[in-house]
């Protein structure tokens, strides 16, 4: 019997883990730049890493009309097109003096940019460079050009897969020895031509600073561990840590993609009442299974 | 909730979680490594990349300022006739473009601005090494005028202005060509922001150089001399410098051209060889405006004067002599210890002012015996010597014959060899009766190992085959088998007890007995079952009978009148042991089966 109650113990153990195992695979997924993804493409440890105090996560577009001057609104990898009211909040917000970092490469920033009146273009294909950290040239270094905010101090950065940007002040820019590798090859072609690109650059819009990243990678998770290497670090820390309020924009955005049971998940976290009732739900199984002496 | 139910619920949760997970068997979220690698258009996985160990930009662009800047100097040097500092230079840009290009190799950028420059400086360092060539070709042929003149050979003269006009004719298209190439060098070095201030004065030293050459063309009115009026093919040739040693190349240019009136026509495409002694050294074909260059190096030639010329087809050109002078030469040689075989390695070398490649060298040992080995193509040798008992000196010599080279011969290297034998095998070496006797010792220890585990073998029995014991065998009293079975005695006292122990031991029923009386009738059980199955292990020679389990045993004593009842008491045993079986009705049948089992084994004593 002793032999059997063993058994019992060990089978039990394994479900658990089983169940632990099951639970972060549906409470997790893997689309790219999701916050709810804690894989190498995901954003979760750029967003578990956030000051809940110093950061406000933007849902509707109400929520920026109260920002004067020293506010700075964070898009990154917007994947729609925006809507007339969310431009005209936008330009309201820069408006009153705040800044918008828009971090993209493929995505719609291009028609945000526009939209609002910037004079800054994100142009297309894959930047590529014999200056690079990996074996791939499309993970390449970046130089400063300026030192304003928020590169100041920074030094070089890593991108991964950035696109080339066309106009405003630029602050980072990749070294003479770079491409934009147009049939997507990897390597550079007769009719590509080398030169230096732009990677982030800003702007001064009506009141208000706009700066435009052309990689919104470097907020993944696998680009957050360069320690003292790069400065990529020192570029999130000054995003995150701006004088004035961070507000993250969940409007138009990758980050806040999610997909299947993941989504089902989520809805039960933010949901307060959805909580209480699942949470109940699970005492209650529990305690049958106790009475019923499974457990 | 009984056991059964229990196992039908975990097992309807692990079919569930299973299940769960199946869902995601096609594309897993953890632990995959497609994870890891699956391509997404927004990036790649840096952590399944390979990590790089050199910073591109700050390797490349020295090399390439380093490559960029060494055209200007070798244009000055050949302008100002600085040949040797010209070749040097010639020789330092050959090795920065070969470094650039396996960068380019490396970072695969053979379609790049970088690869294009690269080519461009291969072409102009191309272009400045036939200005050069052309450049000596030219001096000589100021020379060879000169001579001309003194000894009013017209001929000569008509053939060495013709030649130095094609020789003109070619550096100005050299200049054409060049001026196209930094051209592309340029541009791509100002984008890449290189200084490109050598590549502009290389442009502008060989304008200057053109110019040059083209003045003192047109300088003297009185060169013009009465001029032979030839309808057949003409070869005119040069050889530069007219002295030379081991290892040097002779420059040797020409131009091959047709005269119809006072206007000559070169040949382009022809084949012209070049004669050292009459004998063929090498070949060229002519270039667009009929003129060649080509290197005859000084290897295998005799010291002394020879006699160059080139011939293409039945056009013959004029004589050219060529000094060689004679080098000493050094050689040296190491010996190796001799091996217990009595062989000797002997390695060395021959170098005169270059090393001697390719060139036949004599080993002599005691100065009578001789191998003849060759070095290699740094002046390297090595071969083996096989060398008899006792002190023995050798010494490497290198003749010289053939070569523009002195003899020479190394200092006698002494080496002693002794060979070792034994006494019984004075033919065999050493080396090899070890290797004999290791090859027995471990063929030795092999058959050794395998009868021991043969005979080991032998003694087992397996729990299905009891060995019977063999005719006549018999355990002697006292003997440790039979002390066995007296201690297992299990139904009372044996007669006789065990010698010298002074007790008796206690039977197996009353230990039964005994411990039953706890009310533990599965531990009583147990000790019955051990004194029987001990007893029955003994009966059947099986050795290591607990390691065979109650089943096995009962198994394996078919054909013994006691089988029956065991195989019975074995049945009630396990219901007592394991299926925790204690009621009257199963300790009488236990106890009846352990009385049947013990008097027919008592039977099988007797």
Redo the contacts between chains.
Sequence with gaps: MKTIKAAFWVVGIVLLMAALILTAHLTSNNLDFSRYNTNWNGTSQFFSDLDRHHTEMILDRTQLAPYQNNALLLIIAPERSPTGAEITAYQAFLDRGNTIVLADDFGTGGEILRRIGSRITILGGNLSSIDREYADPYTIVVYPAGNASPVENCGALIMDRAAPLDGGEPLMMTSILSWVDTNGDRRIDANEEMGQFPVISAEAISRGRIVVISDPSIFINSMQDFGGTWGNQCLINNLVNYQGTVLIDQMNSRTQDTEGMSGIFHVIRTQFILEVLFFGFLVLIAAWMWRKKIL | ?T?EK?YI??AV??LA??G??GF?VSN???YSLE??V?S????????A????TW???TD??PLEQDLIGYSGPVVLNIRIHDIDDARRDLELFSQSNLRLDGLIVT???N????QELSQSSAQQRELLQSLLNSSISLNALQDLEIQYRDQNNQGGLVAVQLQGDALRKKIASLYTQYQAETKIITEISE???LDVSSQEESLKEFDAYVKDINASQAEPAQRQVTVPIYTSAQLSFMSYPGTGMYGDSIACSGYFFTMFGYLSYGTPGEQVTVYLDNTPVSSVTTDAIGSFDLQVPIDRIPAGTHSLHAESGLTRSDSRSLTVAPVGSVTNLTVSNATPGGDVSCTGSVIANKPVSFAPVELIWDGSHMTGTTTDANGGFSTTLRLPNGPHTVVARFSGEGYPIHPSESMPQVVDVSIQYLPILPTLPLLLIVTILLVAGIVTLSAGGAWYYLRRMSGRRGPGSPAAPSPGMTEPAGSPEAALTDSVSFLGERPGGPAGAGTVPESLFARYAHILQDGDLSAAARVVYLGLSERIAQDLHIQRHTSLTPRELSQACTKKPYCGPFSSFVHVYERVRYGGCRSATVQTEFEAGMKDTATLLEGEDH
């Design positions: 909730m056991a229990r619920v975990l949760l692990a979680v299973i769960g997970l995601f897993p979220v953890l994870q890891s699956f997404s258009r927004f990036h790649d996985n840096i952590e990349l390979t990590q790089q910073n591109s930009t490349v662009l970072l695969d950028m379609q790049s601005e970088i984008k890449q922001g």
